[in-house]
């Protein structure tokens, strides 16, 4: 079995995939989380697997990643919300960067060169021409927010990496994917937990919104993360590859076929605080170059992932409420 680290590992992307490594036979499980191994991740690895860590401090990095001396590494740990790095540039910058220099140059000191999945992201793209789309590989980086410009220098770091110390990188760009355990700083679960609090009773019957008009590529994580899986064993090092749906659909849609799901009548608002700074119209990958690359498709419709969603808000706001909690005699 193949040793692999996946950074940030504790998140929404993080557990998916442990959970789908996890499933076959083919690699031995580390994981490294911000903090202490609490939550899901401790339901799907074992204590001696689970490494906190703080990715800033290169010397405490450096240190466990030759002891597990991974044989592949998916780094997915960052700050990832565009949104919210308008407000926190410098702190999304130096996070993103930073990590992924010390992981890099702890990975250049192994003997070993392990195989490296770099996570960019769509966003990289920013704002996109109607001539662009769908956007492949080709398409000129154009980043409009501060977490974009630091995925632009997570993915070129990769590549100089590459280069400079022929480490066997290879750069990802997914497009949007949502699932369960996604917080709601995201536009999908920040809908559904909205139409859970309200089908409760914890909250009136207003679901506050931003921009609808926007149109995404959406995937659920669990067809993403086996996209990632295929990548480290049929994506070639120093190439670069879009991962999403190639379908486009707008953020209005997705509401209206969250709100057919309620089980209330729920009335929509528009909130501006949950408007972005700058909001690029459409993005839609083309995803030809990964598909041919893996054979990789999508077997999950969004309908179905909308489902998941809104059920797993409706089961954290029950969890959450104090009758579920039992009384104390």
Same mark, same amino acid.
């Given at each position: 079995?193949?040793? $692999?680290?996946? =950074? ?6 993080? =557990? ?43 010397? @405490? ?6 002891? $597990? ?7 997915? *740990?960052?700050? *990832?919300?565009?949104? %919210? ?11 993103? $960067?930073? +990590? ?52 632009? %220098? @997570? ?31 995201? +536009? ?7 139409? %859970? ?66 089980? +209330? ?18 993005? +839609? ?17 969004? %309908?179905? =992932? ?24």
């Amino acid at each position: 079995m193949r040793r $692999i680290l996946v =950074t940030g590992a504790s998140g929404f992307v993080g =557990t998916h995939l442990v959970e789908r490594l996890k499933k076959g036979r083919e690699y031995d499980v580390f994981a490294s989380v911000f903090g202490q191994s609490e939550g899901f991740i401790s339901n799907l690895l074992p204590a001696s697997r689970v490494f906190p860590l703080n990715l800033m401090d290169a010397e @405490q990095t450096r240190r466990v990643v030759t002891h $597990i001396k991974p044989q592949a590494v998916v780094h997915l *740990a960052a700050l *990832a919300a565009a949104g %919210a790095s308008f407000d926190k540039p410098v702190e999304t910058l130096v996070n993103n $960067i930073s +990590v992924q220099v010390n992981l890099l140059e702890a990975l250049v000191r192994l003997n070993s060169k392990p195989t490296i999945l770099i996570i960019g992201s769509g966003e990289e793209y920013g704002m996109v021409r109607k001539e662009d789309l769908p956007i492949d590989e080709e398409t000129p980086l154009r980043p409009v927010s501060p977490y974009a410009v630091s995925k632009v %220098a @997570q993915d070129f770091l990769g590549y100089q990496y590459y280069l400079s110390y022929q480490l066997p990188v290879i750069r990802l760009r997914p497009f949007n994917h949502t699932g369960e355990r996604q917080t709601d700083q995201f +536009v999908v679960p920040a809908f559904a937990k909205q139409i %859970a609090e309200i089908e409760a009773g914890k909250a009136e019957g207003v679901l506050k919104v931003g921009n609808l008009q926007a149109t995404r590529d959406f995937t659920d994580v669990k067809d993403m993360v086996i996209a990632y899986e295929l990548a480290l064993t049929q994506c070639r090092p120093g190439e670069v590859y879009n991962i999403g749906s190639g379908r486009g659909v707008s953020i209005n849609q997705i509401l209206r076929q969250l709100m057919a799901m309620s089980k +209330v009548a729920i009335r929509v608002e528009k909130d501006r605080k949950r408007f972005r700074k700058l909001d690029v119209p459409m993005i +839609v990958a083309d995803n030809r170059r990964f598909r041919k690359a893996t054979g990789w498709k999508l077997t999950i419709p969004l %309908a179905e =992932t909308l489902t998941c969603v809104l059920d797993y808000w409706r089961g954290e706001i029950k969890k959450s409420s104090p009758s579920s909690k039992g009384s104390k005699a």
